[in-house]
Structure formats: C-alpha cells, structure tokens
C-alpha cells in the first residue's frame, strides 16, 4: 500500500514486523517503518505507542526481539548509536547533545579531529565546519563557542553535526520543542534542504500543523502497532488524530469508563484563571471550576496541559495571567501556598514527583497533613495511624499495613495511597494529572468511581487525562488545550469524541458554549 | 516448570537470611571486632581501654550526627573541620580576655562557649543559605567554607597559637561525670537526640522525606528550603562543640590543625554506618557505630603494633566494603 502511494520513491528504510518486550509488556507488536528515500516523513502516536523504541531499536540503543530492518537496500543492524551513525543513520534529540562551552568547530568535530603530525589540526576542521554551516546558509564564526549562540543556531549546529557523518537518514525527535516560531521557519528550510539533496527525516512531532507543514508522509503508531501509514495529503488531521487515539469517528462505545454519564449540575465558581502563560508551552490558557464539577483538561502530547496545572498550584511561575480561588484573588508562589488555600494536585510521574519510595504508606498518606498531625514538633502516631487505617478502608489500598514500604505496592494502590494523600486534607480543588495511568483495569475504575463520588460530595476536580473516554466521560465540562492555547469549552451533552478530537486536531475556536 | 521453579526456593530463603545479615552488617562487625580484641589484645577489657576509645571517637560522632542529617537530606558538608577550626579559635580569644574583657571567669567561658558554637552554627546555616538561594551543589557550596573557613579561624588568632589552663573551660575536653568523660555524655545526648528528632518529629520526618524525592516533598508542601538551611545550621553547630572539646583536651587552640580531616572521619563514620549517601534513609546510631567501628579498627591495629599509616588503608579499605555492602542490600 505505502510503496504504491509513492511508486517513484526507491525505498531507504525498511523496518517490518519489529517487536520487542521489556520485561515481559510488550512495548512493538509486528511494527514496521517504511521510508522513501528523499521524504520527510512524520512518526506519530501518544505516549507509550512506541516510537521511541523504534526509534531506539533503529539506532541501536536497545535490542528488538524480532523482525527485519533493510536500509539502503542491505540488512541494517546497528550495535549502538555511534556504529548507526557511522551507517548513516543520524539522531538530533530534544535535548542538544553538544558541548556548549567549546567552539562550533569542535561541536561539529567532536569524536573525528583531524590530526596532523599527532598534532590537531584546525585549519582544516574550521574549514569543514565553515563549509558545512554554509550548507545551510549560516554563516558564523565557527571559533566561537556554541554557547554565544542562539537555540536555533546550536540546533543547526547539531543538525550539520549530524549530516557532517554523510547521513542518509536523519531521525528528528521533536526537534521545534524549543525554538520559537521563527527558528521554526529555519528549520523547516533546513528539512527542505536536506530533501532537496536526497537526504531522508524522519520527523517525530506532537504539533499537527507542523507535520502537515513538513512532512510528505506519515506512521501512525498506536499500542506498539502500526496502525496507519499513507500520504499527509490523504489523511485529514482528524483522522490522524483519530487513528493516534484508537477511536472510529463513527462510532461511540459507551461507558467505557466507570464514570458514567457526569450530570453537570455543580455549584459556585472554585477556581477561575485567566490568560495564563508560563514558559515554553503554555501561552493562553483560561479555565475554570465550579464546586462539585468534574473538569477535563484534553489536549495531544505538548499541549500544554500539565503545565497549565502546575502554574494553578504554585509549582510552575506564572508569567502573566490571573487567578482567583474562590472569588479572592490568588497567587501561589509555592505549592504550599495552593495547599493552604485548599488545593491538592496529584503529579503524572508517579515515581519522580509523587511517592517517597523509601517511607511507608502511612508516611506517604500524611506527607502533605503532616504539620497538622503534630504537636509542639512532634508527630502524633496514635492520630496518624487512625486517619491512615481509615483510608486504606475506604479507598481499598492493599498492602500489609500502614508501615509497609510504598515501593513495593502495586502501581494502583500507589496512586490511591497519593489520592488519599490530598483527600485527607479535606480539599476544595482537586487536580489530578493523569490519575489512572500505567494502573491495571481493576484499581482504574476503582479511582474513577471514587473520583465521581467526592464530585458528587461537592469536591471541583481539574482532571488531566491522556485517555479520551476517560475525559469524555468523567467530565461535566472539558477545555481543549492545543500548543498552549485554548480551542474549545465543551459542555454537558456537547462533549463528545468527536467534538474534543475536532478542536484537538484543527484548533478550531469554537463558539464558547453557553451554559444552559 | 516445575524442575525450573523448585531450585528457586531455597535460594530465596538464603538471600531473607543474607538480607538480614546486611542490614546489620555494621553491627555484626562491631562485635567482631570486639570479640577479637577480646582475644588478641592485651588488657582490652579494662575501664580505661573503654574511655580511651570513647573520648577518641566522641568528636568524629558529634560531628557525624549533623553530617548524617545532612546526608539524609541528599547533601553533605565538607566544611565541618573549618568550623571546628572557627569554634576552636573563638573561645579562647573570649575566654581569655583576647578580644573581650569579662572579668568573672565562669561568665567568660558560658560567653565564650555560646559564641563560639553559635557562630558555627550561623556559618552552617550560611552553607544552607548558598545551596537553597543559589541551587549550588552542596559539596561545591560547602568547599566555600571548607577553604575559607580555616582561613577564617587563622586570621581571626593571627596565625598564633592560643595556649590555656583554664579548668572552668576544660571539663568538656577533659572533665567526668559520674567517670565517664564528659564528652562522651554530650556525644551519647547528641546521639538519642537525633535519633528521636529523625524518627518521632515532624522535622525529622521532612528531612527523609526530602531526601527521599525532594520534588514530591515540595509538590507535598514541606518547606525545601528552610529544613536545609536548619539541618546545615545543626551540622555546624555539632562542629562548633567538636571544636571545643578537640583544644579542651589539647589545652591550646591552633587554627591549622583543629578538625583537620574531620570531613572525611565524619563522613566515613555516617558511610560505614549504613546511611545512604543519596539521602532518604538514614540511621544515627548506624553513625555512632559506624565511628565505633573505624575506631575500634585502629586501635586494635596500634595496639597490635601496626603503624598509623597503615590503619589509614584499612579504613579506606572499611569504607569500600560499606559502600559495597549498600550497594549489595539495594540489589
């Protein structure tokens, strides 16, 4: 199908049937990859579908299972991304691996000196690194240090870097992250470039505009599957992000969560921000919850969700922007702040901003009430162990008991131990940053039944989730996010898959919903 | 199957039986120690054998009380020596009317005492201060007073030597009560203390919890930066009566030599005791026997007529095997 879409292309990369498991989960299932040589083409899917280990098994950095990798017409096989270099198979990160004090020439010289009498010799590298950034139209004194540059400059510098190796294929991992939209614009022609003179990308992005901008065609990976492969042109974004999301636009499965269908009768204004910005990713973001309500916050990989989350509960710095928390102004500094005003946030990662793995359960649980729990310095163990038996009851957290160890419980009971953790602060906002991801089924469905009764109790909960159903289904109201930006407010019965996707994947500022 | 899984078994019940093993591993070796003193070393069981060793190691354990708070938080503090250095140096001008004239000795030396343990104090806070305002790494923040501090401690006596006879000051180095010295007793409170401040206290609480993921402690509450600041301040509290006890039984003060290498003590005592060094976890009496131990092991090579040079490989030596042994008891 995707040979015959471009029959005049001859094929570069060919990745079929690649599976790989890591401790027995499989991460690719019979996955394949296949680019044209001279195409830029767009990988997609949402966390955990499995690029990145494509990715890595293409370059090296871990081992597939099984399957085949032609590139350039001979079987590929790369023992680490130093020798899938030396083949022709270039990588540029997120993160700019340079050496930011040295000079361009050595960034771009780096690992392959010239050396003349076993001395170095830099007339003949600074020659090499002048005509490579001439190659792409910089001109710059290459003696000086990266770090007197710009971002996009030193993302150039990685780039001719990489093609200094006479790549023929070069991966790009979310390469505009962090420039603006001008260096954007020098990137995009850099790309163009690089097609021009039958050099392949491989263009890895969450930002759909740019793909349709770039990107010739496109694989679409979901659950360690490819799921869809064809020509941008073919596929309109809503299909993509459709195909990225699992969901048939036609069609609706019901209940897929233990939400059920949200009521969305809710009560007074709790929190009400206003044209947030911070940072890189957040530039326009207003919301706001009312007492009893269930917000969703969707939006793709990069929207700038989390972001907008942290900035609500004092962890991130707030540029510009106004918050008001239950009618009076608010402006957290630091999350004890928003704790104090009766905030509770429930971070993504578990593991680096959730649990202290070392203290027990109950230590966990009482982390954030500690101060209240102690007299004159002192913590009250006969108090902390009463409130904590409590909770394992209600929440049904399964360990051996309070003074277990919490790294050894399940991914489910952590997060339920965590939930608890702001429940027993009595709460007024509850924000919870994807609360049932990478738990089992059971424990899911159990920490959405529980979230659905304290909404019904009067708790606001701002909850972010990765999981369509989960957002459709759990929330009373739901904000689309898309590059930090707000596209669509949906209500009551307007929440629908295709509603959140359609504002997902054209941005399409929708006519705010009027409450009725 | 089942020929695969059987064999499994009984390794399982010998790595319960090897993990219990490591987690006292510091103990076991104490008493191993001990029992080969018992048997090798002349005259080991005596009184006097007993308070020779404890006043030796009290001054490595006080310190290493607040080094091991500061380990449990994820830091650590090279600047111990130079504030028992600046302690050191500061009493006696008081005490001896160098600098201040307070004619009643006994208010001269209580002057002299708050002064100097304060001052050390307010420096550790000072090494808190530079890591939490500035994010500095703390063994690059506290290599600031680690040099500056002796520097500190020398120009402040002139580079002189300060010696004294001052009974009224010197118990804390030389005194006893009820026979056992009187640093020993300070080291034995300092040691329950701690140990009931890390595990009873909310503070206690904030600090392993720091260490244990600072970004969940903060995204929690806990306010990061002030608990820093207070466990650098008690380390160099615990440096500055260090520093007092080392010139009360020198009977003189030199800048250059006070606390020289009690970084390094301190911390081999707190690695060697079973506390992580990424913080998290954290054990005070681990510390005390930790500092036992390297203790005891010198002795038992002095005594044994091994030169000092020598017993300092062996504690390098007893500090890979701990560190080898933590390593082993996270595996």
């Not at chain 2, 080991?44 to 006080?62: K, P």
Request: aromatic residues 6%; hydrophobic residues 45%; glycine residues 10%.
């Amino acid at each position: 199908m995707a040979k015959s879409a471009l029959p005049e292309l001859k094929p570069l990369l060919d990745m079929s049937d690649i599976s790989k498991s890591f401790a027995g989960i499989p991460a690719l299932r019979n996955a394949s990859l296949h680019v044209a040589a001279g195409e830029v083409h767009a990988l997609v899917g949402q966390n955990g579908a499995g690029k990145s280990t494509m990715i890595k098994i293409l370059t090296g950095y871990v081992k597939r299972d099984k399957g085949d990798i032609l590139f350039d017409g001979a079987a590929f096989e790369a023992r680490s991304p130093q020798d899938a270099q030396a083949k022709g198979i270039s990588t540029i990160y997120q993160e700019i691996n340079l050496v930011p004090y040295r000079s361009v020439t050595e960034n771009i010289c780096l690992g392959r000196e010239r050396r003349r009498f076993g001395l170095l010799d830099w007339n003949s590298m600074h020659e090499e690194a002048r005509a490579l950034m001439g190659r792409f139209k910089i001109d710059i004194d290459v003696r000086k240090p990266l770090l007197s540059f710009n971002t996009a400059t030193q993302q150039m510098v990685a780039i001719a870097r990489s093609i200094g190796f006479k790549a023929k294929l070069v991966i790009m991992d979310e390469p505009t992250s962090s420039l603006d939209e001008r260096e954007v614009k020098v990137l995009f022609d850099v790309i163009n470039q690089l097609k021009a003179s039958g050099i392949s990308v491989i263009f890895v992005s969450h930002k759909l505009d740019e793909l349709y901008a770039v990107c010739d065609r496109v694989t679409i990976m979901r659950d360690g599957q490819t799921v869809k492969t064809g020509t941008l042109k073919d596929i309109s974004k809503i299909e993509l992000v459709a195909s990225m999301l699992g969901r048939d636009i036609a069609q609706v499965s019901k209940h897929a969560t233990a939400f059920g269908d949200r009521k969305g009768n809710t009560g007074e204004l709790i929190l009400d921000a206003k044209n947030l910005s911070a940072g890189h990713k957040v530039h326009d973001v207003s919301l706001s919850v009312r007492r009893g309500e269930i917000v969703g916050l969707a939006g793709l990989l990069g929207a700038g969700r989390t972001e907008t989350v942290r900035m609500v509960f004092g962890a991130d710095r707030m540029r510009s922007g106004e918050m008001k928390l239950a009618d009076k102004s608010f402006q957290p500094v630091e999350p004890i702040n928003a704790i104090q005003a009766g905030i509770g946030f429930s971070s993504e990662d578990r593991k680096l901003e959730g649990i202290i793995p070392d203290m027990s359960v109950a230590e966990n649980l009482t982390l954030a009430l500690m101060p209240q729990l102690t007299k004159a310095g002192i913590v009250d163990n006969e108090q902390q162990r009463k409130i904590v038996e409590k909770f394992i009851a209600r929440l049904g957290i399964k360990c051996s008991g309070p003074d277990q160890r919490i790294r050894e419980l399940s991914g489910g009971n952590q997060q339920k131990v965590l939930l608890a953790r702001w429940l027993a602060m009595n709460p007024k906002l509850l924000i919870l940053d994807e609360p049932t991801r990478g738990i089992d089924v059971g424990a899911k469905a159990e920490i959405q039944t529980i979230v659905k009764e304290l909404a019904d109790q009067g708790l606001g909960v701002l909850m972010i989730s990765s999981e369509l159903e989960e957002v459709i289904e759990g929330s009373d109201r739901v904000f689309v996010l898309r590059d930090g930006r707000n596209v669509g407010e949906l209500t009551g019965k307007k929440i629908t898959e295709a509603a959140v996707m359609a504002a997902m994947a054209h941005g399409d500022h929708l006519a705010p919903e009027e409450n009725a | 199957m089942s020929t695969a899984t059987t064999p499994n078994l009984p390794a399982a019940k010998a790595f319960d039986y090897k993990s219990i093993m490591l987690k006292n591993a510091s103990l076991l070796a104490f008493l191993a120690l001990v029992v080969f003193n018992m048997i090798y070393t002349n005259h080991f069981i005596s009184i006097q054998t007993l308070n020779v060793n404890l006043t030796q190691v009290a001054t490595i354990v006080i310190v290493g009380v607040g080094m091991t708070l500061v380990i449990a938080t994820g830091g650590i503090d090279l600047s111990v020596g130079s504030m028992m250095a600046i302690s050191g140096a500061i009493a006696p001008l008081i005490f001896l009317g160098t600098a201040v004239k307070i004619s009643e000795i006994h208010l001269a030396v209580a002057v002299a005492m708050v002064v100097a343990i304060g001052l050390a104090g307010a420096f550790g806070w000072f090494n808190g201060w530079l890591i939490t305002r500035f994010r500095i790494q703390p063994i690059i923040a506290t290599l600031v007073l680690f040099i500056a501090g002796r520097g500190i401690a020398q120009v402040s006596t002139n580079g002189n030597l300060q010696p004294f006879k001052v009974p009224e000051f010197q118990w804390i180095g030389l005194g006893r009560w009820l026979g056992v010295p009187v640093q020993v007793v300070i080291m034995v409170l300092l040691v329950i203390a701690a140990a009931w401040v890390l595990k009873r206290s909310l503070f206690g609480r904030q600090i392993l919890a720091i260490g244990g993921n600072e970004n969940a402690a903060r995204l929690s509450g806990i306010p990061v930066a002030s608990v820093k600041r207070w466990v650098y301040c008690i380390s160099g509290l615990c440096s500055g009566i260090a520093g007092l006890v080392v010139i009360a039984i020198n009977s003189s003060s030199d800048a250059n030599l006070v606390g020289l290498g009690m970084e390094l003590d301190a911390i081999a005592a707190v690695a060697v005791g079973g506390t992580v060094l990424n913080g998290g976890r954290a054990t005070i009496t681990g510390t005390l026997i930790g500092a036992l131990i390297i203790q005891l092991v010198r002795y038992t090579l002095l005594s044994n007529g091994v030169p000092d040079d020598v017993a300092k490989l062996v504690k390098a030596l007893l500090i890979v095997v701990a560190v080898w042994l933590q390593r082993q008891g996270r595996s």
